[in-house]
């Protein structure tokens, strides 16, 4: 019987699943800097460097969080990229005007390249219906939203869960509530909510766990600089592979530190789809017509000097040499001591049927 995880999702033009390449999202994010033209070209550039997908996120300060001066609604944290900012003021930055959702949507549209967004609350969900999205994603610190994951769910439309901080328990009440919802086609990122992540704290031996776990596609949101964890990552069967994206770290911006440039996002699309190519299934043995005629360059007995009719194979008089048109080399302790039938020059290719 066919699992669930093996099954593809359809996403808008493309398909999702483990016999279709990995889908990669740019994830624009805050990375607009506040300029509509700058959210354009970032399209552009996604496009250009051959991702599938874009992602933006859809909110307002005033849904995600309160302007309250209060320490909890500030980042005290002082390792983190924000540190000393309100969460107001950080998301009041980057957020994406929702009258500019239509014009970047469109733009991607007409690069052949899917676009769609993260919603923060239910408001959300109704203005990116009214736009028509392919899908939705839900951000990790939404994982636990069950009423806002439940709405999305019952689009009907797919879904991808990035899984930061959650618990096993807590996966599980949020994949009840999306299959509740009449929702089959998810798929679950591993992630973790650290800005940047290290590849140490990425921990992606999870992804064929959680896949058997939940019976569903898992794939990655990458938060690590460089393309090695999420290669990695489809090496062990992950279907999506989301990388925050900018046109030049040095530009700054919310996410620009930890987020991919134009040349290594093509290098994450490329690589990735090797990465999938190269999987392929379990084989031994001649693996191509192309590698069958490597078979002659195998090492093989050749006779090594002269013989005359009669003569006895000696230790000096026959190798293993490439090329493979000989006995195997296995054969090699007994066919010492064999005398040959006829004369044998050397550089001939050892044969039973030279051999009494």
Same mark, same amino acid.
């Given at each position: 019987m066919t699992r669930r995880s093996e099954l593809t999702i359809p996403f808008g033009s493309r398909s999702v699943g483990p016999g279709h390449r990995p889908l990669v999202i740019?994830?624009?994010s805050g990375n607009h800097n506040q300029s509509l033209d700058r959210a354009l070209a970032i399209g552009d550039a996604a +496009?250009?460097?051959?991702?599938? +997908?874009?992602k933006i996120q859809t909110y307002?300060?005033?849904t995600m969080t309160l302007d309250v001066p209060r320490d909890e609604f500030r980042i005290t944290d002082p390792r983190s990229l924000w540190a000393g900012q309100s969460l107001h003021a950080l998301y009041d930055?980057?957020?994406t005007p929702r009258e500019w959702h239509a014009p970047i949507f469109e733009r991607a549209a007409s690069h052949g390249m899917l676009a769609f967004s993260t919603p923060i609350d239910e408001t959300a969900v109704d203005f990116l219906e009214s736009l028509g999205v392919p899908g939705y994603k839900i951000a990790s610190f939404e994982n636990t939203d069950l009423p806002l994951i439940r709405r999305v769910a019952a689009t009907g439309k797919p879904m991808i869960i990035s899984t930061g901080m959650a618990s096993v328990g807590e996966l599980a009440e949020t994949v009840e509530a999306v299959r509740s919802a009449?929702?089959?086609q998810f798929v679950?990122?591993?992630c973790t909510s650290t800005y940047p992540a290290t590849p140490q704290a990425s921990n992606i031996a999870t992804i064929p766990h959680m896949r058997e776990l939940f019976d569903c596609q898992v794939g990655l949101s990458d938060h690590t600089m460089g393309v090695g964890v999420a290669v990695a990552a489809v090496a062990l069967g992950a279907t999506v592979v989301e990388k925050h994206f900018t046109l030049a770290r040095a530009d700054g911006g919310v996410d620009a530190s930890f987020s991919l440039e134009p040349h290594e996002l093509a290098a994450l699309v490329t690589e990735t789809e090797r990465a999938w190519q190269g999987m392929g299934q379990v084989r031994y043995g001649v693996q191509s017509a192309q590698e069958r005629q490597s078979l002659a360059f195998r090492r093989s007995l050749y006779v090594v000097r002269d013989l005359a009719a009669g003569e006895t194979l000696s230790a000096d008089a026959v190798r293993a040499i490439r090329p493979g048109f000989g006995l195997p080399p296995k054969h090699l302790e007994a066919v010492i001591g064999r005398r040959v039938r006829q004369a044998v020059s050397r550089g001939t290719p050892l044969a039973w049927d030279l051999l009494d």
């Open positions: 740019a994830e624009m +496009a250009a460097a051959g991702a599938h +997908a874009l307002t300060a005033d930055q980057a957020h009449g929702c089959e679950l990122l591993k």
